[in-house]
């Protein structure tokens, strides 16, 4: 299993545009395998991967994940591939939907149709990232277009999949799904058995299965559950996290943070290892009362990371 550290997922060394790009370079020389960025109400996630590719040379560089709703496809493939050739073929594109009170309050777009919406976008944006016409016509988009982006290599492209549909899509129609909140149980039992199924009927190869958890090395494992709570406290009203959460049988986030010793900790991703999530982005959060709890955990996941875990 692939660690990488989620950068703004916690809360955790945000900063201005030189300290973001500084947190790249970091993570790559403490040896991780990549470094994860969201894309909320912040930094735009791609034009800041561009800039960090410039300032690397190893480190994947993903987006954890960009909403699909607010970009054309074809815009979003011509900024991604932009991005693929400034960071030498090390992106990621992760995408998403994001959230009904999202897109339609604050964007006011239709989320109506988003299963539909979901398979024409990566009927468009899948081509295109191939270095192939886009050739399309749906309900949604009706596109006839082709890019040619110099230096740009295929970008692996992952969709945030919770749900079965988007599940479904993610194996077969990407490289794999990006789950968030996505407890060991939801992991075993439904995403990764729905993506590989997904995949497997599609003709596709074996699909990436990448993680994303609240996680934190201390030994003040309450303080740390109520720290978890609180920074993470909208994902467990959000209805697609409420779901998974359910699944799991965990009242809120910090029922499936990864909290403990680092041999507690350890083992929980070996867990998740063994079940095949293939790729873990760690979020990092402080506890109250534990001022060396980040820079530990930071710590322990570049060993890991280094002995190729």
Do not use: C
């Not at 309450?222 to 993470?232: G, H, I, N, P, S």
């Amino acid at each position: 299993m692939r660690i990488g550290i989620g950068l703004g997922l916690g809360g955790v060394r945000e900063g201005d545009l030189a300290g973001s790009i500084s947190e790249f370079v970091r993570a790559e020389q403490a040896g991780f395998d990549a470094a994860w960025v969201t894309h909320i109400f912040g930094f735009d996630a791609l034009m800041l991967l561009a800039m960090a590719g410039r300032e690397t040379s190893r480190i994947e560089l993903g987006t954890f994940v960009v909403p699909t709703y607010p970009r054309h496809p074809v815009a979003l493939a011509q900024q991604a591939l932009t991005a693929a050739a400034a960071s030498g073929g090390r992106l990621t594109l992760g995408i998403g939907l994001s959230h009904r009170v999202v897109i339609e309050n604050m964007y006011g777009l239709d989320f109506s149709k988003p299963a539909r919406h979901m398979r024409e976008y990566l009927s468009v944006l899948g081509p295109l990232l191939d270095g192939k016409p886009a050739a399309f016509q749906g309900d949604e988009y009706r596109v006839m277009a082709r890019l040619s982006v110099p230096g740009a290599s295929r970008p692996g492209l992952l969709v945030a999949g919770l749900g079965p549909r988007m599940l479904k899509l993610a194996g077969g129609m990407a490289d794999g799904t990006a789950t968030w909140m996505g407890g060991p149980a939801y992991l075993r039992d439904t995403a990764i058995p729905a993506v590989r199924a997904a995949a497997a009927a599609a003709g596709r190869g074996a699909p990436r299965i990448a993680a994303g958890l609240p996680i934190v090395v201390t030994s003040r494992a309450d303080d740390a559950r109520e720290a978890a709570a609180k920074v993470f406290a909208t994902y467990g009203t959000l209805p697609s996290y409420r779901a998974v959460l359910d699944q799991e049988g965990a009242s809120g986030p910090a029922d499936v943070a990864i909290i403990g010793t680092e041999a507690e900790v350890e083992a929980r991703l070996r867990e998740l290892s063994a079940s095949g999530v293939t790729d873990f982005n760690a979020a990092l959060f402080p506890v109250e009362g534990d001022p060396g709890a980040v820079d530990r955990t930071y710590e322990l996941l570049a060993q890991l990371a280094g002995a190729g875990m």
